[in-house]
């Protein structure tokens, strides 16, 4: 038997597992419950380990990052852990003149879209004399990791460093490892040229993080104050494990995608966004959810062909053996409630009444309306932002945008009248909660209207 056929054979196999919404036995809720509360957090293994990286890293974090990138990886061949300048520069002009254009596309459509997301400064006046300022200030320095190494992601640049620039912040860090060669891709440091990045750490993993963390002193590096971007298990669990030392946008665990859809559907498409997420890596989970069984067929049987000749062929049949699923809901709204549950990063959505399903949707990290809509254009084209909540963690989180770049400083105004209004209830809130001192920092003030 030929290769071909072997492979043919195996695609021909393959059987999503299947949920019935329907039904209300213990072991369908249970594994309901699993599906929707599976979390974006690394394992206790992983996170141990993780954090006696970082405790190497404290004392001496230029070398202990040179040393974690030849014990792990990603690290450059001759042990530097900074680009300059120049280097991006001239992988910038090395650029082939179509990857450039795409490139350029990309950035300014993300651009576009993220400047549309700029806070904006206001004050309230609460009584006469009592004003409050809410002040959008953008962070002086952030660190933005981005995937490289074998699977290097231009894109994930790009979606963490223009929205930064956007908001204003002062510098922007990029931390990204090579390849097993010590190597960087030349796409990712052309972009990186692209968008006149100044600093540039070549190391991954939680080596990576702890370098944006710590800084690296030896190399001039100042600690940045928030670390955004996406990452595999041991950068996810090293963002967890400094979110008390350095802000972090969020944990997020392997890109996730779920498809929405009923008999009106093209199989040949939905296989193919299905495709998309398990595309991403072994442990990205693929979905689809329909009430009618009869596409659900039709659709599981295009995996298999599409399969058939995929070129991540090996990576595509794992994913989907250890986390493709197929969710038969009994009517749409329960598919709906279903989707909301779950709160995939990414949603696929073809069913009708098309525009009246997505409004019921309140969880979800990217929403894709139509047949139109692969969830492909938006990971490279649009504008939208492509790191987004994933295990879960969409219903309470969004994507990350120009706003995750910056913070709101209170200022709080007072004058004399205004404090006299807000006297009674400062000196009573305060001797309620036994805070005395409270309450005469406020008296005091009109210390000489004593008698």
């Known amino acids: 038997m030929t290769a071909d056929r072997v492979t043919a054979v195996t695609a021909t196999a393959l059987r999503l597992p299947r949920l019935d919404l329907a039904a209300t036995d213990a072991e369908t809720t249970s594994a309901r419950r699993a599906?929707?509360?599976?979390?974006?957090?690394p394992d206790a293994r992983v996170r141990e380990l993780t954090r006696g990286i970082l405790d190497g890293l404290r004392s001496n974090t230029d070398d202990g990052v040179r040393r974690a990138n030849v014990e792990f990886g990603g690290g450059l061949a001759d042990g530097r852990l900074l680009l300059d300048r120049g280097e991006l520069e001239r992988a910038r002009d090395a650029l082939e003149t179509d990857v450039r254009a795409a490139l350029e596309a990309a950035i300014a459509n993300v651009r576009r879209f993220a400047e549309t997301q700029r806070p904006i400064s206001a004050t309230t006046d609460i009584v006469p004399g009592v004003s409050i300022e809410r002040r959008w200030v953008p962070l002086r320095r952030v660190g933005c990791y981005v995937p490289g190494g074998s699977a290097a992601y231009p894109s994930s640049l790009i979606m963490t460093v223009v929205p930064a620039?956007?908001?204003?912040?002062?510098?922007?860090?990029?931390?990204?490892?090579?390849?097993?060669?010590?190597?960087?891709?030349?796409?990712?440091?052309?972009?990186?040229?692209?968008?006149?990045?100044?600093?540039?750490?070549?190391?991954?993993?939680?080596?990576?993080?702890?370098a944006l963390a710590f800084g690296l002193p030896d190399a001039g590096l100042e600690p940045?104050?928030?670390?955004?971007?996406?990452?595999?298990?041991?950068?996810?669990?090293?963002?967890?494990e400094l979110a008390g030392d350095v802000g972090i946008d969020l944990p997020a665990g392997p890109s996730e995608g779920l498809v929405l859809v009923d008999g009106s559907a093209h199989p040949e498409l939905a296989a193919a966004d299905l495709l998309t997420q398990a595309e991403h890596g072994p442990d990205s989970p693929a979905i689809l959810v329909t009430i009618d069984p009869a596409i659900a067929d039709s659709i599981e049987a295009a995996v298999a062909r599409q399969l058939a000749n995929a070129a991540r062929r090996d990576i595509l049949t794992t994913a989907l053996e250890r986390h493709g699923q197929i969710v038969l809901a009994p009517d749409l709204a329960a598919a709906v409630s279903f989707v909301n549950d779950y709160a995939p990063e990414h949603l696929s959505i073809d069913v009708e009444p098309l525009e009246a399903t997505v409004a019921q949707i309140r969880n979800a990290g990217s929403v894709f309306v139509g047949r139109w809509a692969p969830e492909s254009a938006g990971d490279y084209a649009t504008g939208a932002n492509h790191v987004l909540p994933t295990g879960g963690l969409a219903r309470a989180s969004g994507a990350l945008a120009t706003e995750t770049y910056g913070k709101f400083v209170q200022v709080q105004r007072l004058t004399r009248d205004g404090l006299a209004a807000l006297r009674p209830t400062i000196g009573r809130l305060a001797a309620v909660e036994g805070l005395l001192a409270h309450q005469a920092a406020a008296d005091l003030r009109f210390a000489d209207e004593r008698p």
């Open 35 to 41: 599906l929707c509360r599976r979390g974006a957090v």
């Open 224 to 240: 940045v104050d928030r670390i955004v971007g996406p990452g595999n298990a041991w950068v996810t669990a090293a963002k967890l």
């Open 165 to 210: 620039q956007v908001a204003g912040v002062e510098q922007v860090v990029v931390a990204s490892p090579a390849a097993a060669d010590g190597t960087l891709d030349p796409v990712l440091l052309g972009a990186a040229g692209l968008l006149e990045i100044e600093t540039f750490v070549v190391a991954g993993g939680a080596q990576a993080i702890g």
